[in-house]
């Protein structure tokens, strides 16, 4: 009779956790990171391994705390022809489990990750015929370029030698469906990557992932992932116009770019002190060269307009963020950056110098600023000149405004110094919405706001007001107005 396989176990830890999988398999396993521990923690069938992550679980054991029964993990048997591995630092998308994707570089191009190279890919407008045949290799491209950016997922993926790798989900193409089955191709890419790591092929992509300049806001520890909505949606009206327009009607790829120079949930707590490092767990939001933020106290910072604060205390760090692009963009950026910091006109004309212009080109830059919104005719000088003597750092407290769309009620909370462009941009972002502005009438009392002007100029806007949000649909819009 054969001996059973050595299993590596962990001192102190529970029987079934391993530090590393053993020679041979005799179970499906899957690895957990220490970032996992705060869902462990949840979970009454694995709170027992959340203090001594890292490491490897048996995947009936978490499909049975999840609510699932064996039923896929037993065809996945059958499919691999024995036990299996799998990791979520393995997937492109991650939902349950938390993972930062690395930003990855591409033919001299930055992407927010594969998935959003892999989106980017497809053929405008899109044809199923033509991506088919291309999907895989733009997804075995995507793959090398994650690996090649991510040493701890390409060690992690080194480690797996020589078990299968599997991915049970929904998908019948790229993992395996529990009850239908699937061709697990995502898995066999990284098979494929795996071998040829393991026998020094070097077959990662020679172009290296430039060294990139860190997101003004980070995000760390458990949580970060749905955080991310609350504080992202709270930048957003923040943005220069253009750049809300360009969220609006870009790609995909385009506004995974924008957010990832402004917001990013990162693995752990690097670059922080010492004495905040401790505060990881609990999840919180760096404003980079700043102070921290609870993630537990996000909701309660921005119903009192204390995120908003902290957003406009580096207004002008924001506006620069997002204005990478160079030439007109950026030079509206500084303009409207100079005048959120409180330039007034010296300050603006200062900030088109600094772009490399001469002051006398501000009025070319209001004049495509035109063109690109003219759905809503919001020029940046006019937004930047508002902004001057009342920063919304104002000591007003926010109102909680109640909002409905297509027949239900929202609340909002906005600090009465916001535009009614800012107002609006901060409703489409806190409802999910897609679009921009252009795509939306606010209205309050059947009367529109100002797009320039601050919302408490509206009579009407007091604590409880009902403001209507609708659709533009074909109708006209009045220049100027929300």
């Known amino acids: 009779?054969?001996?059973?396989?050595?299993?590596?176990?962990?001192?102190?830890?529970?029987?079934?956790?391993?530090?590393?999988?053993?020679?041979?398999?005799?179970?499906?396993l899957i690895y957990l990171s220490a970032r996992?521990?705060?869902?462990?923690?949840?979970?009454?069938?694995?709170?027992r391994f959340a203090d001594h992550l890292p490491g490897w679980v048996p995947a009936t054991v978490i499909a049975e705390a999840l609510g699932f029964s064996d039923e896929g993990i037993r065809r996945a048997i059958q499919y691999t022809g024995g036990p299996y591995l799998w990791a979520t630092e393995f997937e492109n998308v991650h939902t349950l489990w938390e993972y930062a994707e690395p930003d990855i570089v591409i033919g001299g191009k930055r992407f927010a990750g594969s998935e959003a190279y892999y989106h980017s890919q497809k053929p405008v407008p899109f044809d199923d015929a033509k991506w088919q045949p291309m999907r895989v290799e733009v997804m075995r491209t995507?793959?090398?370029?994650k690996f090649a950016a991510a040493a701890d997922a390409r060690a992690l993926l080194m480690a797996t030698h020589p078990h299968p790798l599997?991915?049970?989900?929904?998908?019948c193409f790229w993992g395996f469906d529990a009850r239908h089955g699937g061709e697990n191709k995502l898995a066999e890419l990284l098979m494929e990557l795996r071998s040829e790591l393991v026998a020094g092929g070097g077959p990662l992509p020679s172009e290296a992932v430039e060294p990139s300049t860190p997101p003004l806001f980070t995000l760390s520890g458990s949580g970060s992932t749905r955080a991310m909505a609350v504080v992202w949606s709270s930048i957003l009206p923040h943005l220069p116009p253009r750049v809300q327009q360009q969220l609006a009607t870009g790609s995909e790829t385009e506004k995974l770019e924008i957010e990832a120079r402004v917001l990013k949930v990162v693995e752990d707590g690097s670059g922080m002190v010492e004495e905040e490092e401790e505060r990881i767990e609990e999840g919180v939001l760096r404003v980079i060269g700043g102070p921290c933020y609870a993630l537990a106290s996000l909701h309660g910072m921005r119903e009192r307009g204390e995120l908003d604060a902290v957003i406009v205390g580096v207004k002008a760090r924001l506006a620069a963020a997002v204005a990478s692009d160079g030439g007109a963009t950026a030079a509206a950026a500084a303009s409207f950056a100079a005048s959120?910091?409180?330039?007034?006109?010296?300050?603006a004309a200062a900030a088109s110098s600094s772009a490399g212009g001469d002051g006398k080109g501000k009025v070319e830059d209001e004049?495509?600023?035109?063109?690109?919104?003219?759905?809503?005719?919001?020029?940046?000088?006019?937004?930047?000149?508002?902004?001057?003597g009342r920063a919304l750092a104002a000591k007003a407290a926010p109102l909680a405004a109640r909002i409905e769309y297509r027949g239900q009620e929202h609340t909002v909370h906005a600090p009465p110094s916001l535009t009614g462009l800012q107002l609006k941009s901060k409703v489409i972002a806190e409802l999910g919405l897609d679009g921009g502005f252009q795509d939306y009438y606010l209205r309050l009392q059947s009367t529109a706001f100002g797009s320039r002007s601050p919302v408490s100029a509206h009579p009407g806007f007091?604590?409880?007001?009902?403001?209507?949000?609708?659709?533009?649909?074909?109708r006209p819009k009045a220049v100027g107005m929300t």
């Open 340 to 347: 959120a910091a409180g330039g007034g006109a010296g300050g």
């Open 142 to 145: 995507a793959v090398r370029a």
């Open 367 to 388: 004049d495509e600023d035109e063109e690109a919104s003219e759905a809503h005719s919001v020029l940046e000088r006019g937004v930047g000149a508002l902004l001057r």
């Open 1 to 28: 009779m054969a001996a059973p396989p050595k299993r590596t176990k962990m001192a102190g830890a529970p029987p079934e956790l391993l530090s590393e999988p053993p020679s041979a398999l005799s179970e499906p």
């Open 462 to 474: 007091v604590e409880g007001c009902l403001i209507m949000l609708e659709d533009v649909g074909e």
């Open 166 to 171: 599997l991915s049970i989900k929904g998908d």
């Open 36 to 47: 996992q521990a705060l869902e462990c923690g949840k979970r009454a069938g694995l709170s």
